[in-house]
């Protein structure tokens, strides 16, 4: 990868007088999350999925990297690996996506309306042997959407995340959503930063935090959409400084928690309107990747997934 | 020449203060009849650093400047961490241009990912006032780079135009100017080894502070 190439001298005497030498968020060293907080407590039924900060509005005894389901009659418990720097640079070395994903044209995107039924499709890393030069380097793969799990592997496919495959579904892109448990933060003050810039920063403000160019735009996608729709919710600063998610109390009666009523305006907002957007474009998303995030969610759509794959034949 | 223009200057200020001047001055044209009146020091002809084209007269007053440059920051953007220098110069008592240059070196955002620098050039159309002061309608075309700071290979390059409404007022050497509008930018992104060709409107504020001279 190459350094940024600022070779304006008025620019360097600029960096240097703002103490702007900085590496980006790309180069900082990966801090896996803290998990010993949690162990105390034990995931129920009505544990929501998530990272929740401390002194949140909630806490850790209701909001987990963990959580239950049913799997032959019984209650079973499920906690999201901790992933280490290794297995960060692994995704990003030790595999190739032998097709890159095709870019965005335009600046408008039209999702796929929705389908019938339950969707039980999952996006699988197929390795391609077939494709590797004979010096070695990373494994090529493609990424194939199949209508179940078991079809993927049946095929010799890894699942690497639910629904469909997309923008994002990517090895490299997945090292940037773990490397990064709150996405939203950093996507949104990019959205301010192209809004104030006027120059098309946005995009690249996007894809300078890790991502390939269309997950950049898929992200891109997402903000546009949701500025256009959500401005007067996410505009307000007290719903915008407000914590991502409404207190929640893990043994709710007559409260059927939802991922929209979970969360504050602006997100259920965005959530509302963009997420079918999000989703068709990106097709990776941090619940459907087994990630959790700062914003706790229901269990309902979170993937069961470890993302370690191993190279055939090493 | 300048100590006399710094004292007409206050001189002038007093007299809007007195009688109680707040930007409806452009309604009340007998307000500069009664300034010329109070502030009776006016230069003789021959000391007037400017060329009267226009209003064929010397007088200092509001929107009628003696200066014919303008230095300005245009701190509106610093917020975003753009640095950004503007020079216009008046042609003509209706007409001025103006180059800027920016740079991009930190983000008080906090995302502090991308650096750059861009250039724009213009005109400035006077509907009220004697330029570089007053209410004008300008015109402008520039271009933009952007580089990431971090590992990442991105790069931005674009082009961009728009149109604004504005007002300059100038106090004694102080010059504050503001306005709004709408940009159009075009470029290109280009990330690793793909690229795709971006566009979008963009509204368009300024803030700018500076000098005149």
């Known amino acids: ?314 | 020449m300048i100590r006399e223009r710094d004292r007409l200057g206050a001189c002038l200020a007093v007299g809007m203060l007195a009688i109680g001047w707040s930007g409806s001055a452009l309604a009340e044209p007998q307000t500069r009849e009664e300034e010329s009146a109070t502030c009776d020091e006016k230069p003789p002809e021959p000391e007037c650093k400017r060329e009267c084209t226009y209003r064929c007269t010397c007088r200092r007053g509001i929107y009628a400047t003696d200066y014919k440059n303008l230095i300005l920051i245009i701190a509106g953007s610093t917020f975003a961490g753009r640095i950004e220098l503007e020079y216009e110069r008046a042609l003509h008592d209706r007409v001025s241009i103006f180059g800027a240059f920016y740079a991009v070196a930190f983000d008080s955002l906090g995302n502090d990912t991308l650096v750059g620098f861009g250039g724009l050039a213009g005109a400035r159309v006077n509907l009220v006032g004697r330029a570089p002061e007053g209410i004008w309608f300008a015109w402008q075309v520039g271009g933009f780079r952007r580089n990431a700071r971090g590992n990442q290979d991105v790069q931005l390059r674009g082009m961009q135009t728009g149109g604004m409404f504005g007002w300059t007022g100038v106090w004694s050497r102080f010059a504050l100017s503001l306005g709004a509008g709408f940009t159009y930018s075009y470029g290109r992104v280009k990330v690793l080894e793909q690229s795709v060709n971006d566009s979008e409107w963009n509204p368009w504020l300024r803030l700018g502070l500076g000098v005149a001279f």
């Open chain 1, 1 to 314: 990868m190459r350094r940024s190439s600022a070779t304006s001298p008025v620019l360097f005497f600029l960096l240097a007088a703002t103490g702007g030498c900085g590496e980006g968020p790309g180069s900082e060293p990966f801090t896996p999350p803290d998990y010993m907080r949690f162990q105390e407590f034990e995931a129920g039924r009505h544990t929501l999925f998530g990272l929740p900060p401390e002194n949140g509005p909630i806490g850790e005894e209701c909001c987990m990297p963990t959580c239950t389901y049913v799997e032959d009659g019984e209650i079973k418990t499920w906690t999201a690996p901790q992933y280490t720097d290794e297995d960060l640079q692994a995704l990003r070395d030790d595999w190739e996506l032998a097709e890159p994903w095709p870019v965005f044209e335009g600046n408008d995107f039209e999702p796929p309306p929705p389908e019938e039924g339950v969707n039980t499709w999952v996006c699988g890393v197929l390795p391609r042997p077939d494709l590797q030069g004979d010096e070695g380097g990373p494994m090529p793969y493609d990424l194939v959407s199949y209508e179940t799990q078991a079809e993927a592997e049946k095929a010799g496919a890894m699942v690497t995340h639910g629904g469909k495959c997309g923008a994002c579904s990517s090895l490299r892109n997945l090292a940037v959503y773990i490397a990064n448990p709150n996405l939203t933060e950093p996507v949104r003050r990019c959205g301010l930063t192209g809004l104030i810039d006027r120059d098309l920063s946005r995009l690249a403000c996007i894809a300078s935090l890790g991502f390939d160019l269309p997950c950049a735009q898929a992200w891109d996608i997402n903000t546009r959409n949701t500025q256009k729709q959500c401005l007067r919710v996410c505009g307000d600063p007290s719903v915008r400084k407000a914590p991502g998610n409404k207190p929640y109390e893990c043994n709710p009666e007559g409260f059927v928690p939802n991922d929209i009523n979970l969360v504050n305006e602006c997100l259920a907002c965005d959530e509302e309107y963009s997420l079918r957007l999000f989703r068709a474009a990106a097709g990776r998303s941090r619940r459907g990747s087994g990630l959790p995030s700062p914003i706790c969610r229901t269990c309902e759509n979170v993937q069961r997934i470890v993302h370690r794959y191993p190279v055939p034949g090493r």
